[in-house]
Nanobody
């Protein structure tokens, strides 16, 4: 059982930056591909960014490419999401998730394949 705790959310002005962190406990962090998702009011949860077990493969939603960066530190059991140039449409609850996989270079983009989820952290970009 993996327990995920997100932090770093808050309120920023349009164009500002935030760095989200997600700390994992209770499992072998390096065995999991990781993802960041978000859900805005009235909208479905969507994948924002994902990273493989081996750090070197990442995937981004088109809406955040060039502005957001996902990274991980397996020694600290932590995955990060650096968010720059935030826009009002980035406002949502952001969740991290873990997907167990044997493939160290696989990026998981299929939401049902994620096994564990955090409780979420609110990000608000005000215009």
């Amino acid at each position: 059982q993996v327990h995920l705790v997100e932090s770093g959310g808050g309120v920023v002005q349009t164009g500002g930056s935030l760095r989200l962190s997600c700390v994992a406990s209770g499992g072998t962090f390096r065995s999991y591909a990781m993802g960041w998702f978000r859900q805005a009011p009235g909208k479905e949860r969507e994948l924002v960014a994902a990273i493989s077990r081996s750090y070197d493969s990442t995937r981004y939603a088109d809406s955040v490419k060039g502005r957001f960066t996902i990274s991980r530190d397996n020694a600290k059991n932590t995955v990060y999401l650096q968010m720059n140039s935030l826009k009002p449409e980035d406002t949502a609850v952001y969740y991290c998730a873990a997907a167990r996989t044997l493939n160290v270079r696989m990026v998981i983009t299929n939401t049902p394949l994620y096994d564990y989820w955090g409780q979420g952290t609110q990000v608000t970009a005000s215009s």
